[in-house]
C-alpha cells in the first residue's frame, strides 16, 4: 500500500527555518510530490510541488533527492500564522497521511 | 479568484436520515475529489470524477454514499441512512489535466449526525 511517512509534530520559534521530511516508500517514476498546508477547519491548501532536484516559490522550497524516496519541505523564517498541518502527497496514491503539526511559538 | 465552493459548510442530522452536500469545483477543472476528514487524521480519498465519468471509488464509500457529477460541472454527494461514524469533514477538491495537477479544495461540510 503505498504510503507516506512524516513526524507527527515539530515545534519552532518565529524567525527560524523549518525543515519537514516526508518519506515515500513506493513513489511511481512519473509521481510529482506536493504538499499542503491545512488550518483548523479549512480545506488543504497548495503550498508546492516538485518531481526532483529543488524547486522554490515564493513561500517554501522542496527538496528532493536523486533517489526520489523523500521529500523535504523548507519553510524559511516562519511566523505564528505557519501553525498549521502539513501533508505530502504523491499523485498516484491520493492518499494522505496523518501529517505533521507545526506549532511555532513566539 | 472564484475557488471550490461547497454547500452547506455545516450539517446536522438525524440518525437514519439522508443528506446531500454539493460541491462547485474551479469552472476549468476536469478533475474532481471527494474526500473525509476525520478530527486528527489526513483527508481519506472517497471517489474522484474526470469529466462526468467517476473513475475511481474506494472501498470506504460503502453502498449508502453515492456521487454524481452531471455534466462534468459541480458534483454531489449523498449519503443515505446516515450512522453516527458518518460525523466528520467532507471535503471536495478539483484539479486541471491528468491528475500531476495540485488539487484545490473547498473548505468542506461538516457533517455531525446526532
Known amino acids: 500500500l503505498a504510503k507516506t511517512t512524516q513526524p507527527i509534530s515539530m515545534d519552532s520559534y518565529e524567525g527560524q527555518e523549518v525543515n519537514i521530511t516526508c518519506s515515500h516508500n513506493?513513489?511511481?517514476?512519473?509521481?510529482?510530490i506536493t504538499w499542503y498546508q491545512q488550518f483548523p477547519s479549512q480545506g488543504p491548501r497548495f503550498i508546492i510541488q516538485g518531481y526532483k532536484t529543488k524547486v522554490t516559490n515564493e513561500v517554501a522550497s522542496l527538496f528532493i533527492p536523486a533517489d526520489r524516496k523523500s521529500s523535504t519541505l523548507s519553510l524559511p523564517r516562519v511566523s505564528l500564522s505557519d501553525t498549521a498541518v502539513y501533508y505530502c502527497?504523491?499523485?498516484?496514491?491520493?492518499?494522505f497521511g496523518k501529517g505533521t503539526m507545526l506549532l511555532v511559538s513566539p | 479568484d472564484t475557488g471550490v465552493s461547497q454547500d452547506p459548510r455545516h450539517k446536522i442530522t438525524k440518525r437514519g436520515q439522508n443528506v446531500t452536500f454539493r460541491c462547485d469545483p474551479i469552472?476549468?477543472?476536469?478533475?474532481l475529489y471527494w474526500y473525509r476528514q476525520t478530527l486528527g487524521q489526513g483527508p481519506e480519498f472517497l471517489t474522484y470524477f474526470q469529466n462526468e465519468a467517476q473513475l475511481e471509488k474506494s472501498r470506504l464509500l460503502s453502498d449508502r454514499f453515492s456521487a454524481e457529477r452531471p455534466k462534468g460541472s459541480f458534483s454531489t454527494l449523498e449519503i443515505q441512512r446516515t450512522e453516527q461514524g458518518d460525523s466528520a469533514m467532507y471535503l471536495c477538491?478539483?484539479?486541471?489535466?491528468?491528475?500531476?495537477?495540485?488539487?484545490?479544495f473547498g473548505d468542506g461540510t461538516r457533517l455531525s449526525i446526532l
Open positions: 477538491a478539483s484539479s486541471y489535466g491528468g491528475g500531476r495537477e495540485p488539487q484545490h
Open positions: 502527497l504523491y499523485n498516484s496514491t491520493l492518499t
Open positions: 469552472s476549468e477543472h476536469n478533475r
Open positions: 513506493n513513489i511511481a517514476t512519473n509521481d510529482y
